[in-house]
């Protein structure tokens, strides 16, 4: 659950209870902390949630390994076959994803591969309960709950696939809106979602929203859910969120073939040579392999067998992420601490407390998130683009930007911060004096 964050004892005033005066005595004292702020020099980066090199150092002993050529079974991993990918390592997956062994299919280093794998195949022939190829459709639509992950945004457009937004809220998308959206339209073809830790707001979906989601009407027999899971266990807490069941809420709904599962090692291990994985009914998996059989003869199972060997079991993966707690958790603690300082109280933003993920969601004032961002980027502090978040790139209201404190160093987070908080209380300043 992640919330708004207004400190209980604000240090300030809301800018909107200052006089004239005293917004214009505000606004030149944030004018020469900025003109202070940028003869610093910084060159400070926030724009991706990539893991820090003390997050992959974690991992190095995978570089060691594996120790056999051989699976469980005594087949030999160098060689071909295995399109599901290697069972123990589907094993530790379907405990940690809280699905069926047999619904688990293990692929390449990438979650996002599979996705495009998937989407494609959906384009090109359809699936089941398709009554066409989707490139046959005169039109098709995604609901994009927002704000959320760009890369989702980003792929559709490439297919040209149009986008309807909903909002995103703590407890997952907002239900009602989904389903009047699907009821009566069968152009709309699927839902993008990140269940637990969204993001960027790092909303959890919740069970009773989750339910919803696989069991309500659907004007496209084959519309689906891709439920990308790809924050299931990085815990910021020790509250470690169970996701909801998907595979069988949909199948307890008579929609088993809703949801296609995915996840990935991409920020457990290492990030660009980790393994990922996909998890669906029956008729989804049999028809998704049907596909990959044209394109593999099988995935890297070495690299299966050497995270198998790695992580024990999964709960050998949950004690690796408290390691990666420890190193992150902090720079999540020096985002809060900077943004209450500053803006604690002016009511010009609001910002969430995750408690899970890899973003922190910043709300500036309406009109002013494209000016914080340049503001920053003029004092050396990067930040991925406003509105980033929205399909297109499109902030209707020009007020999102997504934060992402775990790659720099603590000192750099702390420092960084500083000054974006510095920014949004300038940029607010300019807006409300214009």
Sequence with gaps: MTTPQTPASAPHRPLSDLSPEELADFRTAKEEEYAALKARGLSLDLTRGKPSSAQLDLSNALLSLPTSTKDRAGTDVRNYGGLEGLTELREIFADLLGVETDQVVCGGNSSLTLMHQVLVDLLLHGGPGSDRPWKDEPVVK?????????????????????????????????????????????????????????????????????????????????FRVFWDNAYAVHHLTDIEVKSADALSLAAASGNPERPIMFASTSKITFAGSGVSVLAASAANKAWYLKHLAMASIGPDKINHLRHVEFF???????????????????????????????????????????????????????????????????????????????????????????????????????????????????????????
């Excluded at 309807?164 to 073809?189: E, F, Q």
């Design 142 to 222: 995604f609901i994009c709950p927002v704000p959320g992950y760009d890369r989702h945004f980003s792929m559709l457009a490439d297919f040209g696939i149009e986008m309807v937004t909903v909002d995103m809220h703590a407890d997952g998308p907002d239900v009602d809106a989904v389903a009047a959206l699907v009821k009566d339209d069968p152009s709309i073809k699927g839902l993008w979602i990140v269940p637990t830790y969204a993001n960027p707001s790092g909303a959890v979906c919740s069970q009773e929203v989750a339910a919803a989601l696989m069991s309500m009407p659907t004007a496209a027999p084959d």
């Design 312 to 434: 024990g079991s999964a709960d050998g993966v949950r004690e690796h992420m408290r390691k990666h707690r420890e190193i992150i958790a902090p720079k999540f603690d020096a985002v809060d601490a900077a943004l209450t300082g500053v803006l604690g109280g002016l009511d010009v933003a609001e910002w969430t407390q995750p408690t899970g993920g890899y973003f922190v969601n910043l709300d500036v004032l309406d009109g002013t998130a494209s000016r914080v961002v340049a503001l920053a980027k003029e004092a050396g502090i990067a930040l991925t683009p406003a509105g980033a978040s929205y399909p297109h790139g499109q902030d209707p209201r020009d007020r999102n930007i997504r934060l992402a404190p775990t790659f720099p160093a603590l000192e750099e987070v702390e420092t960084a911060m500083a000054g974006v908080a510095t920014c949004v209380a300038l940029a607010a300043a300019e807006s409300m004096s214009s």
